[in-house]
């Protein structure tokens, strides 16, 4: 798991490999990833956007930006969470993302919070490090 706090905001990433959607001889790998934010925080905010870095193993950057997260703009008052699980495909057994949510809170004030960088492996890659 991996975990980045912003504003009293925890963000957690739990990505795993999903090798039955996967084809190494395709070059093709996916990952699903869980993400929990909560708020720890003292006022209501609401995600309204995304911003996401996602890298392969040979350097190269997809960045995708976009509404909310899986159709939706989440709300959360002080002491909740949402929770969602998405994926990503890449062409290399490995990578990372690591990203922003742009926020807004009750009166109006724009801001982003980080999420962590999180790493991308599958057995694949493991295998060619050895």
Not at 105 to 119: L, Q, T, Y
Request: proline content about 7%.
């Amino acid at each position: 798991m991996y975990r980045a706090v912003t504003r009293n905001i925890e963000v957690k990433v739990t990505p795993r490999f999903l090798p039955e959607r996967s084809s190494h001889e395709k070059s093709y790998f996916f990952w699903s990833y869980t993400i929990e934010i909560s708020n720890h925080g003292q006022e209501t905010v609401q995600l309204k956007t995304r911003h996401w870095r996602i890298t392969d193993a040979f350097g190269r950057i997809q960045e995708v930006r976009g509404a909310g997260v899986v159709g939706e703009e989440p709300v959360l008052e002080p002491g909740k969470s949402f929770e969602y699980t998405s994926g990503v495909p890449l062409p290399t057994p490995s990578g990372f993302m690591a990203g922003t949510y742009g926020m807004v809170s009750g009166k109006g004030e724009r801001f982003n919070i980080e999420i962590p960088a999180f790493s991308l492996d599958s057995p694949d890659a493991k295998r060619t490090i050895n």
